[in-house]
């Protein structure tokens, strides 16, 4: 039998991900992947690089690695002129942290004599900046899959531990999301998602399973004037997110859209949405009610 451990979306939340780490220890895995969105939106993304590639773990580039690669490039899309992350994070990671990200692979496909093949991705596998939802039909699911020789298929993005079923033509794909490790919007904050697959020549089974930790250093980290001022209108969206484990930033942007189209984020509109309190849940989309009573 072998045994791996898949962490994903990090996001620089070092207590977390040394949470797990301690946690993993008791279920001596035989390897150890990271399915992307290591750095941005917490405070340590260097401290994680730097731990993450010292334990010599296999890594994938999420989404959030591109908002680094591609910042200030011609491939940098229009409405990235509104996020003040890029700019933060190319400033603050080291170059050759920087040079390590550039030649990470988009996915990985695993191959072990005692199981069958295992393809891991951030979001889906022609695209790292969207993924699996509760809610999403089969039938997009199958858009992005049907190609896709490995039936086991491990991901994260979506920040929602899922597993998944789906076939087409007599085929069928087993796919897991392994939540996000440093910003779980599942409503149960302090604690950090993870999971391990067992696999034989049966197949793989899942266990998901979470680390607790400590909030208070990584709030801490949030409300210093460092982090306040790189972030702007974002940062307490950010420490929202970090706090609650509840969806912000997307409602937010949502209700910005609505109340103020046009108009680039200021700390007032943010103040004023954070202020609507239970309202919030008017822009937070149903796949992350979880919890909520």
Do not use: K
Request: glycine share 6%; with cysteine; hydrophobic share 40%.
């Amino acid at each position: 039998m072998t045994r791996i451990a898949v962490l994903s979306d990090i996001h620089g939340n070092l207590p977390a991900l040394d949470a797990v780490i301690e946690d993993l220890a008791q279920y001596a895995p035989d390897a150890v992947v990271v399915a992307g969105d290591l750095i941005n939106l917490g405070p340590f993304s260097t401290e994680v690089l730097e731990r993450v590639f010292a334990l010599d773990w296999a890594i994938i580039r999420g989404n959030h690695e591109f908002y680094l690669l591609n910042h200030d490039t011609p491939r940098a899309p229009e409405h990235w002129r509104d996020y003040t992350t890029p700019a933060w994070l190319r400033q603050t990671i080291p170059a050759y942290l920087q040079r390590r990200i550039a030649t990470l692979p988009d996915m990985l496909t695993l191959y072990y004599p005692d199981a069958p093949p295992l393809r891991v991705v951030h979001g889906y596998p022609d695209t790292p900046w969207d993924g699996i939802y509760p809610s999403t039909p089969d039938a997009e699911v199958l858009a992005h899959y049907r190609d896709v020789a490995e039936e086991t298929i491990v991901c994260g993005h979506i920040h929602l531990t899922q597993e998944r079923h789906v076939q087409h033509n007599g085929r069928g794909w087993h796919i897991f999301n392994a939540g996000s490790l440093g910003v779980p919007l599942n409503g149960r904050p302090g604690e950090a998602p993870y999971l391990l697959l067992d696999g034989d020549e049966h197949g793989w089974q899942v266990t998901f399973l979470h680390a607790r930790y400590d909030l208070a250093p990584l709030l801490d980290a949030l409300e210093s004037a460092d982090y306040r001022t790189a972030h702007g209108a974002y940062a307490a969206l950010y420490t929202e997110e970090f706090r609650t484990a509840r969806l912000r930033i997307w409602p937010f942007n949502q209700w910005r859209t609505q109340r103020y189209p046009d108009m680039r984020p200021t700390q007032a509109m943010t103040d004023e949405f954070l202020a609507l309190g239970e309202g919030i849940w008017e822009y937070t989309h149903r796949d992350f009610w979880l919890n909520r009573d």
